[in-house]
């Protein structure tokens, strides 16, 4: 990007962050995309086509911060790899890179870069949740060394999204795809049973999100409100293209990872059953074992297909 463009955008930036003092919960600048941007080159394994990968509710509640972008570049990767990483140590490179402005304000495809430049850190080894914190605590430049390492071996690029097809085959390929857009008034309050978030009312600001599943029904987007927005964090889009979206992208899955690996992080300790069979399932440190039915526990359960358990070790007892 050159000088001129530059001054130009962070005119704009200062521009929406004074306009929307007050704001809440969201956190994204107006999108510019990039010529030079990787194409997605289409998934590669089918293993999630009959399945859901966000069975975990990992939510980022992300307070009073505007740091949507982070929370939702962060739970994508989370979710998609079937182990958790820390929102709070993407926050902090953004903020000691000067890719954040405000309390946590910054443009879509800077989590991108923390992704593709510094990779991300286990959750484990800094817990991102908010508590009492200023932002100013929560974005403080206190990674260690040690920490930059380990972070820097989940080192991942990104790939853009021409459409809604293309982003069908990402999910159904295990992949969770980013996009972000007008955030409505209407959007606040999504209505049950299926939650949909309408272009109703009137544009509040522009808000990060990140899209866990599709079905019939539209897209499933995991929100960064928290547990207590919509169905338990989670509410639906008609569409993710046209008047109001930006672009859509992916991030790369992790290559030391296979998909099966994947699963099994995905649906640790769950109850499973599998069509055609009245066996009872779960899957704990990397294998699958039968549970006797009426086990506690078994009421909340998760259909696998045969071809997936079948490749878990221990499987044959299918």
């Known amino acids: 990007m050159n000088i ?3 001054a130009y955008w962070e005119i704009v930036n200062n521009v929406v962050l004074l306009k929307n003092r007050g704001i809440v919960n969201a956190g994204l600048f107006p999108h510019r995309t990039d010529p030079q941007d990787w194409p997605f080159l289409g998934a590669n394994r089918t293993y999630f086509a009959d399945i859901n990968i966000a069975t975990k509710l990992w939510v980022f509640d992300q307070e009073e911060f505007n740091c949507c972008v982070f929370a939702a570049g962060v739970m994508a990767v989370s979710y998609q790899e079937g182990k958790r990483f820390s929102v709070k140590f993407a926050v902090k490179v953004a903020m000691y890179r000067g890719w954040i402005k405000g309390n946590g304000w910054s443009y879509l495809r800077a989590v991108l870069k923390v992704w593709e430049e510094y990779g991300g850190l286990d959750y484990a080894d800094m817990p991102d949740e908010v508590g009492d914190q200023s932002f100013e605590e929560y974005s403080k430049w206190d990674v260690t060394a040690e920490q930059l390492e380990k972070a820097k071996k989940n080192c991942v690029n990104y790939r853009i999204i021409k459409n809604e097809a293309e982003a069908r085959e990402a999910i ?6 980013l996009s972000g857009g007008d955030w409505w008034s209407e959007m606040n309050d999504p209505k049950g049973p299926d939650f949909y978030l309408e272009q109703k009312g ?3 600001t522009a808000h990060m999100t990140v899209l ?3 079905d019939d029904k539209g897209w499933i987007n995991t929100q960064t409100f928290g547990k207590d927005f919509a169905d338990q964090g989670k509410a639906r889009f008609r569409s993710i293209v046209g008047k109001g979206r930006f672009t859509l992208y992916v ?3 992790q290559k030391d990872r296979r ?3 994947r699963v099994m992080s995905v649906y640790e300790n769950q109850m499973i059953r599998c069509e055609g069979s009245d066996k009872w399932f779960t899957i704990k440190d990397g294998r699958v074992y039968e549970i006797p039915a009426g086990t506690p526990g ?3 359960f998760y259909y696998l ?4 358990i079948l490749s878990i070790p221990g499987g044959e007892a299918l």
């Open 172 to 177: 159904r390929g295990g992949y969770c795809v």
């Open 259 to 261: 998909d099966i690996d």
């Open 202 to 204: 009137y544009v509040i």
């Open 212 to 214: 866990t599943g599709c």
């Open 4 to 6: 001129f463009n530059k």
């Open 305 to 308: 297909p045969k071809s997936v």
């Open 298 to 300: 078994t009421d909340t």
């Open 251 to 253: 991030i790369d899955k």
